[in-house]
């Protein structure tokens, strides 16, 4: 079952050397985890999961014939954590105060309140 998830996941990947794929049989249960390089994992995983669904359905087809289940995982690699980035920004001299923003907001309410043309029902 190893060697047959293996033939399909490689040649739908670009770096077929990255790929592994592991098989447990656990109470008459495949459990076959794939892993891939991180560029290949939406070629495993298809759009909208098309890809990897359709690799489900054959193992369990082939598993059901051995009478048995399998489960597929695909293990996707951990995302890097982004490094924080610091930015240091000057205020500008003429940095309008919080006060004269809000009083100029309220002004342009009233303004476009007044302007509303009534609408007849």
């Known amino acids: 079952m190893e060697q047959f998830v293996g033939y399909i996941v490689k040649n739908l990947v670009s770096n077929?050397?990255?790929?592994?794929?592991?098989?447990?049989?656990?109470?008459e249960t495949f459990?076959?985890?794939?892993?891939?390089?991180?560029?290949?994992?939406?070629?495993?995983?298809?759009?909208?999961?098309?890809?990897?669904?359709?690799?489900r359905t054959i193992v369990r087809t082939?598993?059901?014939?051995?009478?048995?289940?399998?489960?597929?995982?695909?293990?996707?690699?951990?995302?890097?954590?982004?490094?924080?980035v610091h930015v240091e920004t000057a205020e500008p001299e003429s940095a309008p105060a919080a006060e004269t923003v809000a009083e100029e907001?309220?002004?342009?309410?009233?303004?476009?309140?007044?302007e509303a043309v009534p609408v007849e029902v």
Do not use: H, W
């Open 16 to 27: 077929p050397e990255a790929v592994t794929v592991s098989c447990k049989e656990e109470n």
């Open 31 to 55: 459990q076959i985890t794939i892993e891939v390089d991180p560029s290949d994992v939406g070629k495993v995983i298809g759009k909208k999961g098309g890809a990897i669904n359709a690799l």
């Open 62 to 84: 082939v598993a059901a014939r051995l009478q048995r289940r399998a489960q597929v995982e695909l293990i996707q690699p951990e995302k890097p954590a982004a490094e924080s």
């Open 105 to 114: 907001v309220a002004v342009v309410e009233e303004e476009a309140v007044a």
